[in-house]
């Protein structure tokens, strides 16, 4: 008993030294330093972290300065719940353990968002919301662009949708979605509740457009190569632009070869993107041909594959190149006027870019595919930029009648009339 008190006594000292050479360790300046020193890493991370701010877009515009801009890029949409919000604030997201724990509140969850994926279709209503298709997701996505708040019209919830590619909104607020998977296009009242479906004369309807005044809903057909034209009230098929049954291969004037987007300016005029045929196709609201520009390359005003045009409250042609990754802008004419974008993922570059639209704001809505992304830009007027160009000029000229006039120190020596004695 004697020696296993003993041993006791032993293991209890030992115990107690280790205790205290592990305190004095702790407690030695080394240690201590060491310590200091991850607590500050660790307290600069989270500032710097507390310090990073949303990314300034104002400072990209087109043309560069010094001319004067003509498009604004405003800002990009991606899913419903960002990760870091306009002020540079990011989600928390709390340590293992407390997760384990079920400690951290609803607020502290991270949890992976409804993430556009493959978004086609564009349309915008009276209220400014930009409404986004996204068949790979089976939803539509309603960015409010002044909250940045989303809503979902949802497949199974709201509607049954099996590829959702083309999108348009009237005037009153109704939605017409496009799916090509069902033949047909479904029409959503104000309140998002299906009330009606169009399926007369369709195989694979695709881009649409509104004319508000005349009161016509236009469908592009990739499978048919035609435009259906309905009554935009009634829904009832009026007649058929172009000629079908020929497999993509005409190119005559007024033919198509897969139509995708389509666009209808203040005077009803429709715009077509004849997308195998590379060019631009514009009819009148009877269906009559007028003209036609573009034609197959890689050079300015030249197109690969377009696939979406908008019109600008100018009546400027916006045309999204589905190959190339560009934008283009041109007149009713067919005469380039800017270009913008390629390959790439920088803000106003683009990966698969597939559509494009313009609200009655004039901001430029366009999407791309392959990073599941919507961007936002600002088109400048004509007008708006008459004010801009007066506003240089008349500063310009201040300028310069500044320079000419004599300074308040020098003395003005009045310069004697001739003959005339000094």
Known sequence: MGKMQTSKNLWRWAALLLGVFALAAWLSPVALNADDKKKKKKDEVAENEAKIKAIDYSFIVWPNPPAIARIKYMTWYSSDKEKRNLKGNVQKK??????????????????????????????????????????????????????????????????????????????????????????????????????????????????????????????????????????????????????????????????????????????????????????????????????????????????????????????????????????????????????????GLLPGQFQGLVNIAIDKQDRVFTTEIYPGRLQQMQYITDTQADKEREKRMAERAKVSAERKAPSSQEQVVPVPAPGAKP
Request: aromatic share 8%; hydrophobic share 40%; charged share 25%.
């Open 94 to 343: 709390n340590a293992w353990m407390d997760r384990l724990a079920g400690t951290q509140t609803n607020e502290d969850v991270f949890s992976m968002p409804f993430q556009l994926n493959q978004p086609y279709g564009i349309a915008a209503d009276s209220k400014g919301n930009v409404y986004v298709a996204d068949h790979k997701v089976g939803a539509i996505f309603i960015f409010n662009t002044d909250t940045r708040d989303v809503d979902l019209i949802k497949n199974g919830t709201h509607a049954h949708f099996v590829r959702i590619i083309g999108l348009a909104m009237d005037d009153n607020d109704r939605l017409f979605v496009s799916d090509p998977g069902l033949r047909h296009v479904l029409i959503f009242n104000k309140d998002h509740k299906a009330e009606d479906v169009i399926t007369d004369g369709l195989a694979e309807p695709s881009g649409m457009a509104i004319d508000t005044q005349n009161r016509l809903l236009y469908v592009a057909d990739v499978e048919l190569d035609q435009v259906l034209v309905y009554d935009a009230d009634t829904l009832k098929l009026l007649r058929k632009i172009g000629t079908t049954g020929h497999k993509h291969e005409l190119t005559a004037p007024g033919e198509f070869a897969k139509p995708s987007g389509v666009a209808v300016d203040k005077e009803g005029n429709l715009y077509v993107c004849d997308t195998l045929n590379n060019r631009i196709e514009i009819f009148d609201a009877d269906g009559n041909f007028i003209s036609t520009f573009g034609k197959n390359g890689d050079g300015p005003g030249y197109f690969a594959r377009p696939k979406g045009v908008a019109i600008d409250s100018d009546g400027h042609v916006w045309v999204a190149d589905g190959v190339q990754d560009r934008v283009q802008v041109f007149t009713k004419e067919g005469q380039l006027l800017i270009a913008f974008g390629g390959h």
